[in-house]
């Protein structure tokens, strides 16, 4: 008998369009699982693990796009179809970002979903292979640890041989300009120039001379030609911050610069050409500026060929401590280490400010730290929140301690719960404990609390 091909798991509450789905997938070679409800494919994904999930969003109880993060906690890496039969663009976008790999609508061609199943099966077989394999040599001052963070790399490291545009999304102070640079040094363009420019901070009535250049005269104080920032990063990647602050205005010639690859200095009407790489980066949320007028859809697709995410500093943790130790040598000069209490102070915050935070806070240590220890109270306020997620494989708490819990055990148990969604199976794994101590633990938190 033919070992199956791949295993999927179909999410529908109709029994016909299982029973439609389960018997076309059979007969392609899949072994087929089938749920009823969101909450049965979670009973399921606790036990097994399939390699693709094909689920509908309309299901009774938990609808398959509030199950997603779910999904993604049980299942990391596992592609998800969604399916339904009201396509809307908006939600296509908010499923996309919650993890979902693909979105079809409703009545399915089969061949079709065939197609779109395979796709992502092919792919996720790529990223299984890639994620094994060396990353491209980092710069010194590239400090990554966490699993989430490499993968960003993996990724970046496939798409910088190309030509493509590239949008990073991320919260500011997450390191998007450093992603930038990296593609650029993994690019066949690495010995040509890389110039990098926050729209934001341009004046908006000197954005499109910044961009584009101008001659002497095009307007009061113009007082010589400006060859821009389009000609400067001719042959090399032009990385554009914050273009979500571009003026609206000045978007369509933007687009025309990136389809015909070339750029109208102000002040005259003959078209330059050049050669430039688009890198742009954002905090925005530039699907929702699109459908409210802000930003033009025809440029949005044409600088979102391809995405990268970076993570916040709070959901990569295991960077935390790395970043720490390396900023302080940066800034003290001499060799300093970080206390046990200052590391799980630092582990325990929660960074909205992200990596330029965390800088930030480390300078400052550095300054009052006046021997070789960098203790909590040299920190300040800003590392003092101990709510945010913790990991206790990075935090060194010693699990084993039968006295009173710390503040910042509580925490990481506290947050490490709601991160798996209440399961405490996977909290234990996930703290590097048995079930059983977990349990123990959770026992003096209620006796604690009265």
Same mark, same amino acid.
């Given at each position: =008998?033919?070992?199956?091909?791949?295993?999927?798991?179909? #999410?529908?509450?109709?029994?016909?369009?299982?029973?439609?789905?389960?018997? /076309?997938?059979?007969?392609?070679?899949?072994?087929?699982?089938?749920?009823?409800?969101?909450?049965? =494919?979670?009973?399921?994904?606790?036990?097994?693990?399939?390699?693709?999930?094909?689920?509908?969003?309309?299901?009774?109880?938990?609808?398959?796009?509030?199950?997603? %993060?779910?999904?993604?906690?049980?299942?990391?890496?596992?592609?998800?179809?969604?399916?339904?039969? /009201?396509?809307?663009?908006?939600? +296509? #976008?908010?499923?996309?970002?919650?993890? $979902?790999?693909? /979105?079809?609508?409703? !009545?399915?061609?089969?061949?079709?979903?065939?197609?779109?199943?395979?796709?992502?099966?092919?792919?996720?077989?790529?990223?299984?292979?890639?994620?094994?394999? %060396?990353? !491209?040599?980092?710069?010194?001052?590239?400090?990554?640890?966490?699993?989430? =963070?490499?993968?960003?790399?993996?990724?970046?490291?496939?798409?910088? !041989?190309?030509? +493509?545009?590239?949008?990073?999304?991320? %919260?500011?102070?997450?390191?998007?300009?450093?992603?930038?640079?990296?593609?650029?040094?993994?690019?066949?363009?690495?010995?040509?120039?890389?110039? $990098?420019? @926050?729209?934001?901070?341009?004046?908006?009535?000197?954005?499109?001379?910044?961009?584009?250049?101008?001659?002497?005269?095009?307007?009061?104080?113009?007082?010589?030609?400006?060859?821009?920032?389009?000609?400067?990063?001719?042959?090399?990647?032009?990385?554009?911050?914050?273009?979500?602050?571009?003026?609206?205005?000045?978007?369509?010639?933007?687009?025309?610069?990136?389809?015909?690859?070339?750029?109208?200095?102000?002040?005259?009407?003959? %078209?330059?050409?050049?050669?430039?790489?688009?890198?742009? +980066?954002? &905090?925005?949320?530039?699907?929702?500026?699109?459908?409210?007028?802000?930003?033009?859809?025809?440029?949005? /697709?044409?600088? @979102?060929?391809?995405?990268?995410?970076?993570?916040?500093?709070? &959901?990569?943790?295991?960077?935390?401590? !790395?970043?720490?130790?390396?900023? $302080?040598?940066?800034?003290?000069?001499?060799?300093?280490?970080?206390?046990?209490?200052?590391?799980?102070?630092?582990?325990?915050?929660?960074?909205?400010?992200?990596?330029?935070?965390?800088?930030?806070?480390?300078?400052?240590?550095?300054?009052?730290?006046?021997?070789? #220890?960098?203790?909590?109270?040299?920190?300040?306020?800003?590392? $003092?929140?101990?709510?945010?997620?913790?990991?206790?494989?990075?935090?060194?708490?010693?699990?084993?301690?039968?006295?009173?819990?710390?503040?910042?055990?509580?925490?990481?148990?506290?947050?490490?719960?709601?991160?798996?969604?209440? @399961?405490?199976?996977?909290?234990?794994?996930?703290?590097?404990?048995?079930?059983?101590?977990?349990?123990?633990?959770?026992?003096?938190?209620?006796?604690? @609390?009265?």
């Amino acid at each position: =008998m033919t070992e199956p091909k791949h295993t999927l798991l179909i #999410v529908d509450d109709e029994p016909s369009q299982r029973k439609l789905l389960g018997g /076309y997938f059979t007969s392609l070679g899949y072994a087929v699982t089938e749920a009823p409800s969101a909450e049965k =494919m979670l009973a399921i994904l606790d036990k097994a693990t399939p390699d693709l999930i094909l689920l509908d969003v309309r299901l009774p109880g938990m609808s398959g796009i509030e199950s997603l %993060p779910r999904i993604r906690e049980r299942a990391v890496s596992v592609p998800v179809l969604l399916i339904t039969a /009201y396509a809307d663009i908006r939600q +296509a #976008v908010v499923a996309v970002k919650a993890g $979902a790999t693909d /979105y079809l609508s409703k !009545p399915l061609d089969l061949q079709e979903l065939n197609v779109a199943v395979e796709d992502a099966l092919n792919i996720q077989s790529a990223m299984s292979t890639y994620e094994n394999e %060396p990353l !491209p040599e980092l710069p010194r001052d590239f400090i990554v640890a966490s699993r989430t =963070m490499r993968q960003v790399l993996h990724t970046a490291a496939i798409l910088a !041989p190309s030509d +493509a545009p590239v949008l990073i999304l991320g %919260p500011s102070g997450s390191g998007k300009e450093g992603i930038a640079k990296l593609i650029h040094q993994w690019s066949p363009r690495l010995d040509q120039p890389f110039l $990098a420019t @926050n729209c934001g901070a341009m004046p908006e009535n000197l954005v499109e001379s910044e961009l584009f250049g101008h001659v002497k005269g095009a307007f009061t104080g113009a007082s010589e030609n400006r060859v821009g920032l389009f000609r400067s990063a001719s042959g090399g990647t032009l990385f554009l911050d914050e273009i979500g602050e571009l003026p609206l205005t000045l978007q369509p010639k933007l687009l025309r610069a990136l389809e015909t690859q070339q750029i109208t200095p102000v002040g005259t009407d003959k %078209p330059i050409t050049v050669d430039v790489r688009l890198v742009a +980066a954002t &905090n925005r949320d530039l699907a929702n500026d699109v459908e409210i007028g802000r930003f033009r859809e025809d440029l949005y /697709y044409r600088i @979102n060929v391809i995405e990268l995410e970076i993570p916040s500093l709070a &959901n990569r943790r295991e960077d935390v401590l !790395p970043l720490a130790k390396y900023f $302080a040598t940066q800034y003290a000069g001499r060799a300093v280490r970080l206390s046990p209490q200052a590391s799980q102070q630092l582990l325990g915050g929660q960074w909205p400010g992200n990596v330029r935070e965390l800088r930030n806070v480390i300078q400052r240590a550095c300054l009052l730290c006046r021997g070789d #220890v960098i203790l909590p109270e040299h920190l300040g306020p800003l590392a $003092a929140n101990m709510t945010g997620q913790s990991h206790s494989n990075s935090t060194g708490t010693d699990w084993s301690d039968t006295n009173r819990l710390s503040q910042v055990e509580r925490a990481t148990i506290v947050a490490t719960l709601d991160e798996c969604g209440g @399961n405490r199976t996977h909290a234990a794994q996930k703290l590097g404990i048995s079930r059983r101590t977990l349990l123990n633990k959770l026992k003096e938190m209620e006796s604690e @609390n009265g």
